[in-house]
Nanobody
């Protein structure tokens, strides 16, 4: 099993910055992709950013150019640097960790509890 713990959420003014951290523990030897998702009230959960084990990054359209995802494989950690924050970035942010599964085309997914990010106007 994998445990996922997030930190760094809070209240920030519009235009400000915030850095989220996520650490995985337990059975972590074969972790591949790590990602950040978010969910605002009344909306579906959406992809924010994802990073492969080798460091290849992809971002959701709404955060491109403003957010940066990074990881430290030695620490089994993933980070999200959020700059130029907007009110619409307000959401609960979740960390997701993926592991391969023996069944072809399937994966194990482990989610953190979520951390609240609130951007004030």
């Amino acid at each position: 099993q994998v445990q996922v713990v997030e930190s760094g959420g809070g209240l920030v003014q519009c235009g400000g910055s915030l850095r989220l951290s996520c650490a995985a523990s337990g059975s972590v030897s074969d972790i591949n992709r790590m990602a950040w998702y978010r969910q605002a009230p009344g909306k579906q959960r959406e992809l924010v950013a994802v990073i492969s084990r080798s460091g290849v990054r992809n971002y959701g359209d709404s955060v491109k150019g403003r957010f940066t995802i990074s990881r430290d494989n030695a620490k089994n950690a993933v980070y999200l640097q959020m700059n130029s924050l907007k009110v619409e970035d307000t959401a609960v942010y979740y960390c997701k960790v993926e592991k391969p599964r023996q069944v072809p085309l399937l994966k194990y997914e482990y989610w953190g509890q979520g951390t609240q990010v609130t951007v004030s106007s």
